[in-house]
């Protein structure tokens, strides 16, 4: 094996611990914020530890490229990975912003739980991609994006209905700023999608 083939491969076990990471602080954050402190500590470790995983990455990029000057597909591939592995980083952080968050009264937890579980789910669909199943990526990232989209506003309203109580008005804002960052991490994800069909066929597509 080819001293390029084997720093790809270092690459891409990075790339898919950190989205292991991401996808690990997800499944955590909401339980955290409402008050699993064993939790919260876990999300905050995770995110640590992905700013240095993503460092790592970066580093072994520039490496690759500076040592092997990779073409075509590998070349594709790397500078597809360092936006990628800033792009898992930042989901820590929305992850870490969540599980920081203190509530008393668990305004639109319907909404957002569901939020969380399409997210999860989208990470799934991210993952066979990364380990080669393009099929379908696009239409499947978009139709779960909008229907995250469609539950953030439900937790929009929720938050504004509940803010008609000024004892609740804290607990509403976390609420909607709970279901942003949910949001946003969808988004995220959508665009790390399309820098895999990217890789894989050469071809610029939007998802998000």
Known sequence: MKALDLKLDKIKDEILKLHEMAKDAMSLCLDAMYGDEEKRR????????????????????????ALYQPVARDLRFVASIMRMSANYERITDLADKIAKFRVKKRIGE????LMQKTLLEMFDVVIEALEGNTESLRE???????????????????????MKNQDDINDALIA?????????????????GARIIFIEEGRRVWIK
């Open 110 to 113: 319907d909404e957002l739980r």
């Open 176 to 192: 909607i700023f709970s279901a942003k960052h949910l949001e946003r991490s969808g988004d995220i994800l959508s665009k790390n």
């Open 42 to 65: 876990a999300v905050s470790e995770i995110e640590k530890e992905a700013d240095v995983l993503n460092t790592d990455v970066d580093n072994d990029c520039l490496m690759a490229v």
């Open 140 to 162: 499947k990232l978009v139709e779960k994006d909008d229907l995250l989209d469609d539950l953030y506003l439900k937790v929009i309203q929720k938050g504004k209905e509940a």
